[in-house]
């Protein structure tokens, strides 16, 4: 019987020669190639990053702009600095625009569910 030449006999250095050990994955941070893969709270974490940006441009919006301007609404007016009076009209926009878009995925979950 001959032996290797690390002293094992023939069956098993065939064996460990053909059997390699799993490789691991090309993508794996640990390895130090590829991306690592997205998560809700990577994405939670850029989505609050880019919001402080906005805030910190309308700070300075606001803090520039802060001649006086009438509003009138109904009837009832009053001055607000012009900074201010556009961020509330701003709020105002956005909260149609939220209040429209949950109302459509609301009717379309309960299409969904009729679907069913």
Do not use: C
């Amino acid at each position: 019987m001959s032996y290797s030449a690390s002293g094992e006999p023939p069956e098993r250095a065939e064996r460990e020669t053909t059997e390699r050990p799993a490789e691991p994955d090309a993508r794996s941070p640990a390895t130090g190639g590829g991306e690592i893969p997205r998560t809700r709270t990577a994405m939670a974490h850029n989505s609050l990053l880019a919001g402080l940006v906005v805030l910190i441009l309308l700070l300075v919006f606001i803090v520039e702009n802060t001649e006086s301007a009438k509003i009138t609404y109904f009837g009832a007016g009053f001055h607000l600095p012009l900074g201010v009076a556009l961020l509330l009209a701003a709020i105002g926009g956005g909260l149609l625009v939220g209040i429209v878009g949950t109302a459509r995925i609301l009717q379309l979950r309960r299409r969904m569910r009729q679907s069913r």
